[in-house]
């Protein structure tokens, strides 16, 4: 018998990781801002298995988020481009519940109760954990 051996060349070509980062957008101190507000980053790869990691950093009332994504073949890509505005909540109106009065009454809001606004003064709301 005869025997043939041949080489053969492949190349892989690996292109690295490309980030779509979500718009920025604002929110309020009710807000959260996890993921599931602010949406998550979309990741392109040519390799298989992609980590997807974020960071971040507040500047003012602004967060600045961080994305970063290495590939299964160890490429990595990163954006700063995702602005989270933190805006104070706005005052809410409380309202005194419905009465009844007869006509010789008062209807004054002395008597029947004023309307007020509340405002969440939390001081931590532009926090960040960690």
Known sequence: GSNVAGVQTITVLYKQPVIQVP???????????????????????????TVVSYSDRLNGSVLLRSWTAEDGCSRVAA???????????????VVPANVTIACHDSSHPNE?????LERDLDSTCFELDG
Not at 42 to 47: D, K, L, P, V
Not at 112 to 116: D, N
């Open 23 to 49: 718009p920025d957008l604002a929110v309020t101190c009710r807000m959260a801002t996890d993921l599931s507000v602010t949406r998550e980053a979309s990741i392109t790869s040519s390799c298989r298995s």
């Open 79 to 93: 954006a700063l481009r995702q602005r989270i505005t933190l805006q104070e909540d706005s005052p809410e109106l």
């Open 112 to 116: 029947t109760g004023w309307a007020r």
